[in-house]
């Protein structure tokens, strides 16, 4: 099956730091990916859509200067958080979909844990 | 406009006995379904997806879940529980965004807990 491999798996560092988050699709090319954060004990929150080769797609409320995103290839999305504070801390996780798959699932990253001390 | 109700934020069963997990979705068109575990620390592992074929779904690990429109539900379920099943669990919707883009809507997630 699909497989997406995120890194690192966790990231503790201190504030002002800034963090960059891989994420690749293994076996399959993935046109668009997605960056999602997730509170604990809560749902999973859209941050924003990446598509090759084109700038990513923010929701309402996140901030593009802060949260960068650059889909350079098919199979590798990265997410780095620019001058990290402690507010920023939470479980990202990424998602690919395969581009054969038409509408079809999302294929997940195992997450990374953002400290932010 | 999509949206999806887990009815339970926490369900407590004993090993060996049903599950069953509450979904309903409200969509303006015909939606695309899908049930997704996580487990502590982890991402999400797809249990089954519904995309307008055979309403009732067989996935992994014996779940299934059936597709009732006139309900809009999409409950999930399970025969007997087992230890390794405790993890929380999300429905989800997707909707088509534009293009080939297809935005995920998520349930807030119902934790399973498996007593022995």
């Known amino acids: 099956g699909a497989v997406v491999s995120q890194h690192p798996s966790r990231v503790i560092c201190k504030s002002g730091t800034s963090v960059k988050i891989e994420c690749r699709s293994l076996d399959f090319q993935a046109t668009t990916m997605f960056w999602y954060r997730q509170f604990p004990k809560q749902s999973l929150m859209l941050m924003a859509t990446s598509n090759e080769g084109s700038k990513a797609t923010y929701e309402q409320g996140v901030e593009k200067d802060k949260f960068l995103i650059n889909h350079a290839s098919l199979t590798l999305s990265t997410l780095t958080v620019t001058s990290a504070h402690p507010e920023d801390s939470s479980f990202y996780i990424c998602?690919?979909?395969?581009?054969?798959?038409?509408?079809?699932?999302?294929?997940f990253g195992d997450g990374t844990r953002l400290s932010i001390l | 406009a999509q949206s999806v109700t887990q009815l339970d934020s926490h369900v407590s069963v004993s090993e060996g006995t049903p599950v069953l997990l509450r979904c309903n979705y409200s969509?303006?068109?015909?939606?695309?379904l899908f049930w997704y575990v996580q487990h502590p620390n982890k991402g999400l592992q797809l249990l089954l997806k519904y995309t307008s074929a055979a309403t009732l779904v067989k996935g992994i690990n014996g779940f299934e879940a059936e597709f009732k429109k006139s309900e809009t539900s999409f409950h999930l379920t399970k025969p007997s529980a087992h230890m390794s099943d405790a993890a929380e669990y999300f429905c989800?919707?997707?909707?088509?965004?534009?293009?080939?883009?297809?935005?995920?809507?998520f349930g807030k997630g119902t934790l399973l807990t498996v007593n022995p």
């Open positions: 998602s690919a979909r395969d581009w054969r798959e038409g509408d079809q699932p999302q294929h």
């Open positions: 969509s303006s068109y015909s939606p695309s």
């Open positions: 989800v919707v997707s909707q088509n965004s534009g293009g080939s883009n297809y935005k995920l809507t």
